[in-house]
């Protein structure tokens, strides 16, 4: 009996598919780290910039040498010098206690908000997510008017309240945004588990989800105090001498002469202001990706 044996030739076209395939994927990988340098140059240009600046001697102040020259920390030394009318010392100080009670509350409202949404079904609750989401879509330039005069009426002008309640409305809505995304994913069967043994349900939401939420819980902390620290314009319009924030204290930086701006004062104060931040960003990464991305997936 005689055996056929068919040889199958590759089409001309397969062929220039699988000779292509190396290449597609190597040119494929090159405009990915070209897109991933072009992204980070930009964000990080400006940073290096500041930090080379401030410390380089005033006199060269806007020499366009792209690496230190002129070396000294004479600048760091004027930022906190309060003999100019600058307290930046005091400013630092203020916006570590604007920055971490606005993260406190909005953390613990927050959190019980997102909870209430992503577990509970009550009438009215996606009209609720809703009106929430939306406070975040108001420009603060509209709300500059409304808030400058019930401050007024309160008395609140120059306190610290008058900054932390704006702030507290600004992050709210991005921490129930996330923290529900979050909570809505969490298996029921845990929390179920735990009400079987005997818990109540606060006690299988604080000793069974919220461990869950760290992550998420840790990332929503990071963000909102990032942008209770760098918000400017109702700082600069609310608060006063002994309250205003580092935003507000660097852009009324004086030097010795009144009509020159001391711009390398102002970029170290800039830059100790923005290392700390970078730096806890940059330990925290990987608690800060996984919080933003949990959630993001069914299984």
Do not use: C
């Not at 330039?141 to 309640?165: C, H, R, S």
């Not at 942008?227 to 319009?237: G, K, P, Q």
Request: glycine share 6%.
């Amino acid at each position: 009996m005689t055996t056929v044996t068919t040889v199958t030739t590759p089409r001309p076209a397969a062929q220039k598919n699988a000779a292509q395939a190396p290449w597609t994927k190597s040119l494929g990988s090159v405009r990915l780290y070209l897109g991933a340098l072009i992204v980070l140059v930009w964000g990080l240009a400006p940073f290096y910039w500041m930090a080379v600046t401030a410390f380089r001697d005033p006199d060269y102040t806007f020499d366009n040498t792209p690496w230190p020259t002129h070396v000294t920390f004479e600048n760091f030394r004027n930022a906190f010098d309060t003999s100019r009318g600058n307290d930046f010392g005091k400013a630092l100080v203020n916006s570590a206690i604007i920055g971490a009670v606005t993260t406190v509350v909005a953390l613990v409202l927050g959190v019980l908000a997102a909870y209430a949404l992503a577990r509970l079904t009550f009438k009215g609750k996606y009209l609720v997510s809703g009106l929430i989401l939306s406070a975040s879509m108001f420009p603060v330039v509209v709300l500059v008017t409304p808030l400058f005069q019930l401050f007024t009426n309160l008395g609140w002008i120059g306190e610290y309240q008058a900054m932390i309640i704006p702030n507290i409305s600004f992050v709210l809505p991005m921490t129930v945004y996330i923290l529900a995304s979050f909570f809505a994913e969490l298996p029921w069967e845990l929390e179920e588990a735990a009400r079987i043994d005997g818990a109540t349900k606060m006690q299988a939401f604080r000793l069974i989800m919220l461990p869950l939420a760290a992550p998420a819980v840790f990332t929503t902390a990071i963000l909102a105090f990032i942008a209770s620290v760098n918000e400017y314009l109702l700082a600069r319009l609310l608060s006063s001498d002994k309250t205003e924030p580092v935003t507000v204290a660097i852009a009324r930086f004086s030097g010795n002469n009144p009509l020159v701006q001391p711009y390398a004062a102002i970029m170290a104060a800039g830059t100790m202001v923005t290392i700390p931040l970078v730096i806890m960003v940059l330990l925290f990464q990987r608690r800060i990706i996984s919080g933003l991305t949990a959630g993001g997936v069914k299984s």
